[in-house]
């Protein structure tokens, strides 16, 4: 069983920055291909972010391109989402998921992270 814990989130103002992390335990970091979703009201959550096992890869949501940036260190079983020039419609909660194969992370993860807040001030 993979635990997930999320951390980094808060409060910024506008056009700020923050960076999300996502700590794995309990199993082999390096065996799950890991994504950052966030809550929409009335959807659910949504895909925002994606990166492969090994790292070399990474897929975005087309409105976060540009702006944030996933990435991954085995060594630290942690993934990670740089965001940048961030709006107020960025307010919600984020989570981290993990699933064997980048596909199925973006549609089926096998583990959920609790989820993280994320508050964009105009």
């Known amino acids: 069983q993979v635990k997930l814990v999320e951390s980094g989130g808060g409060l910024v103002q506008a056009g700020g920055s923050l960076r999300l992390s996502c700590t794995a335990s309990?199993?082999?970091?390096?065996?799950?291909?890991m994504g950052w979703f966030r809550q929409t009201p009335g959807k659910g959550r949504e895909y925002v972010a994606g990166?492969?096992?090994?790292?070399?890869?990474?897929y975005y949501q087309d409105s976060v391109k540009g702006r944030f940036t996933i990435s991954r260190d085995n060594a630290k079983a942690t993934v990670y989402l740089q965001m940048n020039s961030l709006k107020p419609e960025d307010t919600t909660v984020y989570y981290c998921?993990?699933?064997?194969?980048?596909?199925?992370?973006?549609?089926?993860?096998?583990?959920w992270g609790q989820g993280t807040q994320v508050t964009v001030s105009s």
């Open positions: 998921a993990a699933a064997r194969t980048i596909g199925a992370v973006t549609t089926t993860p096998d583990y």
């Open positions: 309990g199993g082999t970091f390096s065996n799950y291909a």
């Open positions: 990166i492969t096992i090994s790292g070399r890869t990474t």
